[in-house]
């Protein structure tokens, strides 16, 4: 039980910021927000 198995390794997850909103599409868990520095969180395999 060493990696997070929700989904593929290599697929891209969308991630939102708690604190502005702000989206990023990223394969790994970006720690804090681009934007304003706060928690992302991850929404899960984006739309096609
Ligand atoms: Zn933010």
């Known amino acids: 039980m060493d990696r997070d ?3 593929d ?3 891209e997850s969308t991630y939102e910021c708690l604190g502005c909103g702000h989206m990023a ?8 927000c681009p934007e304003c520095g706060d928690t992302m969180r ?6 096609e």
């Open 5 to 7: 198995v929700e989904s």
């Open 9 to 11: 390794p290599e697929a």
């Open 25 to 32: 599409t990223e394969t790994n868990h970006p720690t804090d």
């Open 42 to 47: 991850n929404r899960g395999t984006p739309f």
